[in-house]
C-alpha cells in the first residue's frame, strides 16, 4: 500500500489537484500532456517511427541490402524516392530498417545508464557518507571528460559494434543519472512514510526500490527520454567518425558517413539519413520537454 | 575570496588524477600491443621483446600508471606509436587551432542565445517566441557533423562562397565555427528564455517596473543580472560539448586541431595520442568550468559574500 502515498518530490501533482475531484497522478499527468500540442506532435511521431521499426520488412520498398548496379548514386526519382547510394541501395529502405538500430541503440544505451546511474545515485543518496563520497568523486571524474570523447576512449580500445557503442554511450552518461537520482533520493528519504516503512522492518533495498524510486520517478523518466536522443545522437557520431557500428549495417551515422565522401555528385545520399536523425530527435526532445511540464508544473513557464 | 579561488584550483588535482586513471584503464585493456604497433606486424619477436622492456610495458598495471602520471606532470605524454614524435608537442602544436575555434564558437553561440533568449522571455508566446523556440530545438536536434555536411553542400558546393576545408582565413573559420556554435546557441537560448521567465516574476522586477523605470532598464539592470548565473552555467558546461563536438567538426572541415589529430589516432590504434588528446580536452574543460565558478562569485555578489 505504502507505495500510492504521494510524497511531493519537487512539486508533483499532489501539490495542484483539487480537492474536490481526485484524479490518479498519472492521469492529471497525461490530461495535462495531451494538452500540449507540441509534446502530442512528438508523441506522434514516435509512435510512427516505433511503428516503422517494427514493420520494416513490409513497408520497405526494397530489401535494404539488394544492390542495384544499374541504379548507382540516383537522384531521388518515382522508383526510389529518396534516391540510392553508391552501391545502388534504396535509401528509402535503408532509413526504414535504420530506425531499428537507432531506437535500439537510444533504449539499451539509456536503460544501461538508468541502471548503473540510478542505483549509483540511490546508494549515494540512501546511505550517504564516505560510499557517498567515493561514488559522487568518481561522477566528478567522469563528468571532467565530454561524454562523446569518453564514449569515443571507449570504442576505440574495445572496438565498434553494436554491444561496445551501447556499452560506451550508455556508460559515459551514467554521472547525470547519478546526480538526478541522488538528489530525488535525499530529498524523499526524511519523509514519514519511510520512517513508517523502516519501522515495520522494510529491509533498506526494500525501502529503496518500493517506497524511494517510485517516488523520484519524474525527474528519472524527463532525462531519459531526453536522455534516448542524446544517445542516439552520440551513436550516429561515433559511426559517423568510423568508430561505431559498421557498414553495411543501415545506422543512420554510418549512412552519412558514407555520403559524406559522394556529397560531390550525390547530395542526396548523406542529406535523408541526416534528417531522419534530427526528425527522430526533435520529436523525442519535444516529449521529454512536455513531460517535464506535465510531471512538474510548477517549472512551466 | 582568494581561499576559495585557491580550493576549486587545488581540487582539479585529484579530479585530473581520476581522468588519467579512468582514461589510462580503459587503454591498458585495449587489445593490441604497443611495441608491436610501433615496430609494424612483421618486427621480428626480440626486438617487439626489447622495446616492450624499454617502454615499460611489462611492468605491472600500477608502476605503469605511476609512471605515466610522473612523466604526465612534467609534459610528457608518451610517444605516438605512428609518427613516434612526443603526444605532448604534436597536441601542443594542434592546440591553438581548437581554441581558436571553440573561441569562435562560443562567440557565436553567446552573441545568438542570449539576445534571442532575452527577447523571446520578454514577448512570451508571441509569433517570435514561437519560431525561435522550435529553431532553437531544431538546432538542439540537428546532429552537429550532419549540420556541418549540409553547409558544405550549401556554402561551399552549391555557391561557392566559403572553402569546405582547411585553416587560416576568417573564411575557413565561419562554418566549422558557426556548425559547432549554432547548437550551443540553441541550448544557450532555452536558458535564457526560461531564466529570464523565471526572474521576471520576481516582485523585485515589479517593484522595479513600480518605481518607474523604462522596461530596457528593467530588463537589462534587474532581470539580466539575475538570470545570468544559470545561463553562465550552461555555457560552461555547453564548452565540454562544444570541445567534444569539435572533435567530429574537425574532421569534417579538415581543421588541424586536436580533435582531428584524435580521430586519426583512433584510426590508426596510435593509443597513447588518443590518451593524450583525451586528457588534455578534459583538463580544458575542467579548466574552464573553475573559471566559469569562479565568475559566479564576481556576478552574484551573495557568492561572494559565503567565502568572505
Known sequence: MSHTIIAPPAG?????????????????VWRRLVR?????????????????A????????YDYRTQDLNAISQKPNAQHILGTDDLGRDILSRIIHGTRISLLVGFVSVSISVAVGGGLGAVSGYYGGTLDNVIMRFMDVLLAIPSILLAIAIVSAFGGGIINVMIAVGISSVPSYARIVKAS????????FIEA????????????TKHILPNAMAPIIVQATLGVAGAILSAAGLSFIGMGIQPPTPEWGAMLSNGRHIIRTAWHVATFPGLAIMLTIFALNLLGDGLRDALDPRLKN | MHKYILRRVLLLIPVMLGVSFVVFTIMFFTPGDPAKIMLGERAPAEEVALLRTQMGLDDPFHIQFFNFVKNAVQGDLGRSLVTKRPVAAEIWSRFPATLQLSAAAVLIAILMGIPIGIISATKQYSAFDMISMVIALLGVSMPNFWQGMMMILLFS???????????GTLGHLIMPAATIGTSAAAV?????R??????????????????????????????????LIPIVTVIGLQFGSLLGGAVLTESIFSWPGVGRFMVDAIRTKDYPSVQGGVLMLALTFSIVNLAVDILYAYIDPRIKAQYK
Open chain 1, 12 to 28: 508533483t501533482a499532489a501539490a495542484t489537484a483539487s480537492p474536490v475531484k481526485k484524479r490518479s497522478q498519472l492521469a492529471e
Open chain 2, 188 to 192: 544557450i537560448t532555452r536558458m535564457t
Open chain 1, 54 to 61: 517494427i514493420t520494416a520488412d513490409w513497408i520497405s520498398p
Open chain 1, 197 to 208: 516503512a523502516r519501522a515495520i522492518g522494510a529491509s533498506d533495498f526494500r525501502i529503496v
Open chain 2, 157 to 167: 558546393i552549391t555557391f561557392r562562397v566559403l572553402p569546405s576545408s582547411g585553416y
Open chain 2, 194 to 227: 526560461s531564466s529570464m521567465l523565471e526572474v521576471v516574476r520576481q516582485d523585485y522586477i515589479r517593484t522595479a517596473r513600480a518605481k518607474g523605470l523604462s522596461e530596457r532598464v528593467v530588463i537589462n539592470r534587474h532581470a539580466l543580472k539575475n538570470a
Open chain 1, 36 to 52: 500540449n500540442k507540441m509534446a502530442m506532435f512528438g508523441l506522434v511521431v514516435i509512435s510512427l517511427i516505433i511503428a516503422a
Open chain 1, 185 to 192: 533520493v535525499i530529498s524523499i528519504k526524511e519523509n514519514e
